[in-house]
């Protein structure tokens, strides 16, 4: 029998006067990489943190594995790893000893050194974790979360202050967990890092989630139609076009060689920013000119 | 023979099994800790050579004739206890406040490792890090203070027990306490001065029957005081009782006295014990 790895329905949760999660759902699917996007505040991180067991909800449904977070046992903690935001624990015990101890906890871990294989740590194994460098001791934490040999891994900000290079082979590493038939909940800032990962991205704001969709689509067709951009009259003029051919076409017969032309297609980012920045004004700061608006100036 | 690979039972590792392995990855992590290990264990025996040196030199003892008492020997007792005190008390308040200001209590949180089997792990760190520090403190006093040991078996039971409770109390206060800093950084400068106030005030630097009397009643609600007194009634002669406040060695009230510890201590702990950073909701 298959069950959903994560299904939130209307989910909440309040600290103070401050309602973190409004009515939040969420559905990942098996064998799905799910990257939840939103900006710093938008209930992202507590509302993992509640699947993940950590906290408690204040109302909605929540099933995790089956089970609800709120009062599953180690069988149930031992299905599904969780890789927090960077840590400096563990500093004295070395990678080899890490893994192995970490295997320990779970009834039928992955073997640990084709683990430290997989996550390229092979030549680090003697080294403590205080002497592995940022993207190492990230590669370590996702060690110890994948040594159990879960179904589910909780990813939270995992390439937050990473180089472009280790980001790349960093993506690698969980492209090949997908491979494998993981399922994988990823929270990020990074926009690059959804499209190169992700096969559904799902924006939070306000503890709401207000899109969601593959990265290819996220927003509808409107958000992402192509801008066309010329010089005319010595001004510079857009368009906001779903025909950008048909457009260009029809400059070319208007001007000839057409000034300054560009056809443009808003980024993942463009349109994530104009999602966001329309839930919560003021919550992320949108390019200058953005306008959600279609058929007008973008920029 | 068949492959029968894929039925394997998901059976969870015990708890009994997981708490000898975390005993195995603390005390490699602990030693591995050089400059903490040092301290704590150097403290006692420095404390002990400069108290002998400083109050025994010119040949003073306490007492006159054949029954008077050297200092080292006065003040190996207090500086067992204290070492005690540092090896449980003092260690677990610093690193469990430090493991959970990193992260690392949350990490395990995380992992179906059973919370008993982490409390067992500290647990055995403790008694072996205790057991370390007392014997190399006694090491030093019988061998460069000439401080005679205890020969008779009752003793050693008095040693044994003394011990164990104090060690207990101290490792789940150790536990409990490790909430009050607000951060590994300030953990230790939280935690050290109490270990310290209790050390002056329980006889552990001076005789306990010449500090002023209401200090002597205040370190009678501490453990350290008892614990002192309990290693004096080991490694001292009965004519030492002279010099005992009560003029007993209280055997009883001590065993009262730290047992009472021992569950406040696991009651507070258990019901203040965090997972997370106070900041962390």
Not at chain 1, 29 to 56: D, W
Not at chain 1, 86 to 106: C, I, K, N, P
Not at chain 1, 161 to 183: H, I, K, Y
Not at chain 1, 233 to 253: K, S, Y
Request: charge should be neutral; aromatic fraction near 8%; hydrophobic fraction near 45%.
């Amino acid at each position: 029998m298959e069950t959903t790895p994560v299904h939130v329905r209307g989910l909440r949760k309040r600290y103070g006067d401050k309602q973190a999660v409004d009515g939040l759902d969420l559905t990942v699917s098996q064998g799905e990489i799910v990257a939840v996007l939103g900006p710093n505040g938008a209930g992202k991180t507590t509302t993992v943190e509640i699947l993940e067991g950590f906290r408690e909800r204040d109302a909605g449904e929540v099933r995790v594995l089956g089970e609800d977070p709120g009062s599953g046992g180690r069988l149930w903690r031992s299905r599904f790893g969780v890789v927090l935001q960077s840590g400096q624990d563990l500093a004295e015990a070395t990678v080899g000893e890490l893994v192995r101890h970490f295997a320990l906890f779970y009834p039928s871990p992955r073997d640990p050194e084709q683990v430290i294989d997989a996550v390229g740590l092979r030549e680090k194994e003697r080294t403590r974790a205080r002497q592995l460098s940022g993207g190492q001791r990230r590669r370590l934490d996702v060690a110890l979360g994948i040594v159990g040999r879960p179904e589910l891994v909780f990813l939270d900000e995992p390439t937050t202050g990473f180089d472009p290079q280790a980001r790349r082979s960093f993506w690698d590493l969980v492209s090949g967990l997908r491979a494998e038939g993981t399922t994988i909940l990823l929270t990020t800032h990074y926009l690059d890092e959804a499209e190169a990962l992700a096969d559904r991205v799902v924006v939070v704001a306000d503890g709401r989630v207000v899109a969601e969709g593959t990265p290819g689509e996220l927003g509808g067709r409107t958000a992402r139609r192509a801008v066309v951009r010329w010089t005319e009259d010595g001004a510079p003029r857009e368009l906001r076009t779903d025909t950008p051919t048909a457009v260009v076409a029809g400059l070319a017969q208007r001007l000839g060689e057409v000034p300054g032309l560009q056809v443009l297609r808003p980024t993942l980012e463009d349109v994530y920013l104009a999602l966001v920045s329309e839930a919560s004004p003021g919550a992320a700061t949108a390019p200058a000119g953005t306008d959600p608006q279609p058929e007008e100036a973008l920029r | 023979m068949t492959a029968v690979t894929a039925a394997r039972p998901a059976a969870l590792p015990g708890a009994l099994r997981l708490g000898v392995a975390r005993t195995r990855y603390e005390l490699r992590s602990y030693f591995r800790e050089r400059d903490a290990v040092v301290f704590i264990f150097a403290y006692p025996v420095i404390m002990l050579a400069i108290f002998a040196t400083v109050f025994g030199r010119d040949g003073d003892q306490i007492g006159e004739g054949p029954d008077a008492i050297g200092f080292a020997q006065y003040f190996l007792p207090g500086m067992v206890a204290t070492g005690v005190m540092l090896s449980s008390f003092q260690s677990l308040a610093i690193s469990i406040a430090v493991e959970r200001d990193e992260g690392a209590l949350k990490r395990l949180r995380a992992t179906p490792l059973p919370p008993s089997a982490y409390f067992l792990g500290k647990v055995g760190q403790v008694l072996v890090g205790c057991l370390l520090q007392v014997a190399l403190l006694l090491a030093v006093a019988a061998l460069v203070f000439d401080v005679p040991m205890p020969t008779t078996a009752q003793a050693w039971t008095t040693f044994a027990w003394v011990f164990g409770l104090g060690a207990a109390a101290g490792a789940v206060c150790g536990v409990a306490f490790s909430s009050v800093p607000r951060s590994g950084r300030s953990a230790s400068a939280v935690v050290t001065p109490v270990v310290l106030v209790l050390q002056f005030i329980s006889g552990v630097f001076f005789r306990f029957d010449q500090l002023p009397s209401w200090m002597q009643s205040v370190a009678s609600l501490f453990p350290l005081k008892w614990m002192a007194q309990g290693m004096r009634s080991v490694f001292l002669p009965d004519e030492a009782l002279q010099i005992e406040v009560s003029g007993s060695w209280q055997h009883g009230a001590t065993a009262a006295v730290l047992l009472a510890w021992l569950v406040v201590g696991l009651v507070v702990g258990v019901r203040t014990f965090r997972w997370r950073r106070r900041d962390d909701g």
